[in-house]
Nanobody, 120 residues
């Protein structure tokens, strides 16, 4: 069982900042991609940002220039720095890790989610 421990969510005013962390250090799996998704009320879960083990980052258009994803590969930890937050960023944010166990077996695990609320 892979455990992802998320932290850093909370309530912030518009224009403020938050930093999310996801600790996958208890995982012994070889992680290829770490990322953050979010799901707002009544919406589908969507990708916010992801980063490969090689450091290549990908962002949703809605957060480009405001959010930054980074990792501490030595500790299997991924961070999401969120600046200039907007009310529309309000959602539950989920950490995700993906990789390959063998040539034919992949894995895809989710954290429990952390609430981010941005007030106007």
């Amino acid at each position: 069982q892979v455990q992802l421990v998320e932290s850093g969510g909370g309530l912030v005013q518009a224009g403020g900042s938050l930093r999310l962390s996801c600790d996958a250090s208890r995982s012994t799996l070889r992680i290829s991609v770490m990322g953050w998704y979010r799901q707002g009320s009544g919406n589908q879960r969507e990708l916010v940002a992801s980063i490969t083990s090689g450091g290549r980052a990908n962002y949703a258009d809605s957060v480009k220039g405001r959010f930054s994803i980074s990792t501490d590969n030595a500790n299997n930890t991924v961070y999401l720095q969120m600046n200039s937050l907007k009310p529309e960023d309000t959602a539950v944010y989920y950490c995700n890790i993906q990789g390959r166990i063998s040539p034919l077996r992949t894995f895809n695990y989710w954290g429990q989610g952390t609430q981010v609320t941005v007030s106007s």
